[in-house]
């Protein structure tokens, strides 16, 4: 009994042996109440279980994990901090303002060379191997003067996956600010002019035009959107088609023009909308921004091109042979001439019916417009003239400024041609922007033609002819040709004479080394001699031929009857 008192006496004395004691064994009670609880916490009647951070353990964990072993701390409480991921093992990242350094240092120019600095420049960060500076002639090292600048010793920054991909980690918005002002430069120089503009056409008069450059401010900016490519396109150059993926953002759904559940069907996996969803509203298809697909599908060219088709479907049952596709041009003028005659044979109908019947003068009435003096198109104007509701006729203009002459011309740009070369009719000048000469520039342009075609012919008479020396030098230079040429045909006939001497040669050799061969293989390969079938020496071409025309290929057909 007294050892056991002192066992249970001697670990109170040191903090060290507290630690290593183990738990005490729980009663049955105390077991049986610890499970219920665990089957409560479970079922989510009880509260869960909080760790020495006071955050929820889950009660599906099993106690291995979620409990910390009695021989480490059995003091401490159920915890999941072991699982986490610990803050000492964490790799430690530079934050998105962390970049590096650029340029040099400031204030900071040595003035002689110090020891381990570059040999070039005598920049102390780098050496001469990675020095960028142009390499010198005498070096810093030995002249000790104009000693480079040191840069900034760059820092070792570590970026995590989205620090090395950030493509404005570094960007200094300072430099944005440069874009910004150029812009705004560009749209003060823009309205200065617009107002130098309306100030001259307030002092010529010019009313009309005033105001509507008063009604459209934004005209200018928006001039040019027509020729800028759509958003959400993309052209694909093998199909030549434009293909739309996205929607405009300016853009109205079809279904969303008219809510009225009657109205147009709208088809969703089309995308089609083919009714016109504004026909139960009164409104004109003229004046609405969508009528339809329907619409757009019957206006514009689709409708000649619909009736070209038909006349070459046409054509071709009665045995004429045209295609939309493959002529294109063929059936187009087949169809031009085809209308011409229509129209010949409808005329010819209408006064073949006039000249029997009569009735001429009901055709020759004026329009109903004239006989009534008034119609049903409804045009208000102000007071300046402008249309306020309806449409007035337009006058059909060019983009080109015309009958503007300059300089004094009295003619226009493009209005003679010569030579493949444009120009000015009034003074025969082919200068465009040039001064307006008159009839005097054309007799001087006139003249110029003149000396350009007498001068070939001046150039024919000036040539003088040959003495009997030059031709007699010419005739013993071709005959020269002509000798060099024989000699030539000659060695070459020679050469050739001599090829098939060889050949022969090389053949007979070729059939003597067969023969022998032959009989060497018929020989016992224990008393055939060592080496006796190859040679060493290289074969020339004439070998080489032989060897190809006497080769008997077991392939051939022919090949039995070569011996014979």
Known sequence: MSSGTVANAAPSGGSNDVGLEEPKKMTREDWRKKK????Q????????EVDEEGKDINPHIPQ???SVPWYIDPSKRPTLKHQRPQPEKQKKYSTSGEWYKRGVKEHAVATRYRKGACENCGALTHSKKYCMERPRRIGARYTGMNIAPDEHVQPQLTFDYDGKRDRWNGYNPEEHMKIVE?????DLAKRTLKAQKLQEELASGKLEQVERDHNSEDEDEDKYADDIDMPGQNFDSKRRITV???????????YLRNLDPNSAYYDPKTRAMRENPYANTGKNPDEVGYAGDNFVRYTGDTISMAQTQLFAWEAYDKGSEVHLQADPTKLELLYKSFKVKKEDFKAQQKESILEKYGGQEHLDAPPAELLLAQTEDYVEYSRHGTVIK???KAVACSKYEEDVKINNHTSIWGSYWK?????????HSFVKYSYCTGEAGKEIADAEASLLQEQPREEEHMTKPKTLMEIHQEKQKEKKKKKHKKSSNSDSEGEEKKKQEKLKKALNAEEARLLHAKELMQVDERKRPYSSIYDSREPTEEEMEAYRMKRQRPDDPMASFLGQ
């Open 390 to 392: 309806g449409q007035e």
């Open 36 to 39: 219920e609880l665990e089957e």
């Open 64 to 66: 291995y994990i979620s």
């Open 182 to 186: 150029e812009y705004a430069k560009v």
């Open 244 to 254: 739309r993926n996205l929607r405009i953002r300016e853009d109205i759904a079809k």
């Open 419 to 427: 030579e493949g070369k444009w120009g000015y009719k009034c003074c």
């Open 41 to 48: 916490r479970k079922l989510g009647n009880a509260p869960a």
